[in-house]
């Protein structure tokens, strides 16, 4: 008789283990941190996304900029990415609009929400170079600006 309080309590405390695992989380000696949340996880993979895309983006522009400036040094503008020598991969809708006196290089990426534009224009002095970012314009009024409204401008620092 005196091991049936033994074997009750034994099965008392793995029950409670069980309860305890069950409730709290245990790690084996391979888990390095906590768990992460699938959100986070996407949060961060998308924010990762987002400064690669602009790292191209920003690359793709300054050889726009330097392109359009050495091509209207010539005459014109050019107008394609072809024509300055230059290509993007997939990743990235590419659009080029040149007219007499200016021309943009629009990019939208194909995941993420931020876009991006360079322009060189020719104000009848000098050329004027403006790089812009921010959530595709709604409409053509929009892109007529010099930098679509809501978008914010930035410096593309040289290499």
């Known amino acids: 008789m005196r091991s049936l309080p033994t074997a009750v309590a034994a099965l008392l405390l793995g029950g409670l283990g069980l309860i305890a695992t069950r409730q709290t989380q245990v790690f084996s000696p391979g888990d390095v941190g906590l768990p992460m949340d699938a959100r986070l996880v996407e949060q961060l993979d998308d924010q990762e996304a987002t400064l690669n895309q602009r790292r191209q983006a920003e690359t793709l522009l300054r050889a726009f900029v330097r392109g359009q400036l050495a091509s209207f040094y010539w ?6 990415l072809i024509d300055l020598g230059l290509s993007s991969d997939e990743t990235m809708d590419v659009r080029v609009e040149t007219q007499a006196s200016s021309t943009r290089l629009w990019l ?14 020719f104000n009848g002095s000098k050329l004027v170079r403006v790089q812009c970012r921010g959530l595709p314009p709604a409409s053509t009024e929009q892109m007529a600006a010099v930098c679509p409204e809501g978008w914010r401008a930035f410096e593309i620092p040289e290499l």
């Open 75 to 80: 005459g014109q503008f050019a107008s394609s």
């Open 108 to 121: 939208t990426p194909k995941r993420g929400s931020e876009s991006y534009v360079a322009i060189v224009h």
